[in-house]
């Protein structure tokens, strides 16, 4: 299985970005499908997450009406989008995705539920 996220880079205070993630490799399509991120000293830290079919979604409190993500489950490579709207510079840090071996997940903001990793991508934003 492989995850690959793009779309980090830098931005200004109160900009936007898309976060993709090409999923391949097994059936994502069937999965949860969650965002992390991390900042260097700290732990990994739950963003959002999304059931298999893209009928329930998961925010953390502090990107609730900000961040939005989505799920496109073609084949056979599934995407995974994290629109980041209203960015903040305590967005900083390296997003990653990950995938569930559950269809979805009752405790999403759990690292142990996720069973495979992508390599990250940076975002930055400037005061």
């Known amino acids: 299985a492989r995850l690959v996220e793009s779309g980090g880079g830098l931005v200004q205070a109160g900009g936007s970005l898309r976060l993709s993630c090409a999923a391949s490799?097994?059936?994502?399509?069937?999965?949860?499908l969650a965002w992390f991120r991390q900042v260097p000293g700290k732990e990994r830290e739950f963003v959002a997450a999304i059931s298999d079919s893209g009928s329930s979604t998961y925010y953390e409190d502090n990107v609730k009406g900000r961040f939005t993500i989505s799920r496109d489950n073609a084949k056979p490579t599934v995407y995974l989008y994290l629109q980041m709207d209203n960015l903040k510079p305590e967005d900083t840090a390296v997003y990653y995705c990950?995938?569930?071996?559950?269809?979805?997940?009752?405790?999403?903001?759990?690292?142990?539920?996720?069973?495979?990793w992508g390599q990250g991508t940076q975002v930055t934003v400037s005061s």
């Open positions: 490799g097994r059936s994502f399509s069937k999965y949860a």
């Open positions: 990950a995938a569930s071996l559950l269809p979805t997940t009752r405790t999403p903001a759990v690292k142990g539920e996720y069973d495979d």
